[in-house]
């Protein structure tokens, strides 16, 4: 048996999700992935021992399924890592109302539903504390001109992180990290990278590894609880 509880990634396939969940099981922590699509990243996932359970979080049924299915095979969790994430535009061919509704289940209720069912596994943990981090946006607390329905429900979820801090206290801490510009995507162009760049005071991406060093921050804090920790290059002073 492992000396370590597992951390829950959701969203475990690509970018941030599968950078930490290489890097703890790296370290000998196992991991619980969820993931909507099968990438082949899944599959290096799964040979480095990775449990990996396809859920998307669109069907409310698939959420009930995955809920059972977490609390019929795992006893403890260390973490709960809510990066789970879509970034649907106001200008998408679909109904406004279809685009709130999946911006809110994806960001909101699924996580909501989350904390709540899996609190005990938190709480059983053989640490001296769980934590549970909601992976938010910087424009959680600004606003966006061509998504707001997406900001809207980052700060729903940020405002879920205090009321689950308070609920949770004192086994588990909950917190939200708040990035900007993480890491471009292959297809972004050159004038898009230096129009984003220009943002922030750092000029620069923050990188994987900046984002893995705030995980392991708020994880191995004893103190930080109900915060929203910025990662925006001092894109606030511009």
């Not at 950078?19 to 480095?48: C, Q, W």
């Not at 992976?135 to 980052?154: E, L, M, P, Q, T």
């Not at 990278?193 to 994987?208: A, D, F, W």
Request: a neutral charge; one cysteine or more; charged letters at 25%.
């Amino acid at each position: 048996m492992s000396k370590h509880d597992p951390v829950l990634i959701t969203g475990a396939g690509k970018r941030v999700g599968l950078h930490l969940a290489l890097n703890f099981l790296a370290r000998g922590m196992p991991v619980i992935g969820t993931y909507r699509t099968e990438y082949d990243s899944l599959h290096v996932l799964r040979d480095k021992g990775a449990t990996l359970y396809r859920c998307d979080f669109n069907d409310q049924a698939q959420i009930d399924w995955l809920i059972e299915t977490l609390l019929t095979s795992h006893k403890q969790l260390r973490a709960i890592i809510h990066n789970a994430s879509e970034w649907l535009p106001d200008s998408a061919d679909i109904p406004a109302a279809e685009i709130i509704q999946r911006m809110l289940q994806i960001h909101v209720s699924a996580p909501y539903q989350l904390n709540r069912a899996l609190e005990g596994l938190l709480r059983d943990c053989n640490d001296d504390h769980a934590d549970i981090i909601h992976i938010s946006d910087y424009v959680s607390s600004r606003g966006s001109r061509k998504h707001s329905a997406y900001a809207a429900s980052k700060a729903a979820m940020d405002n879920l992180t205090l009321s689950d801090s308070v609920r949770l206290a004192p086994k588990v801490k909950v917190n939200s990290s708040a990035p900007a510009l993480v890491l471009f995507n292959d297809d972004d162009d050159k004038a898009y990278r230096e129009k984003t760049l220009k943002k922030s005071l750092m000029q620069r991406e923050g990188g994987l590894d900046e984002f893995q060093h705030a995980v392991d921050y708020l994880m191995n804090s004893h103190y930080v609880t109900g915060r929203i920790l910025p990662m925006d290059g001092g894109r606030h002073l511009l």
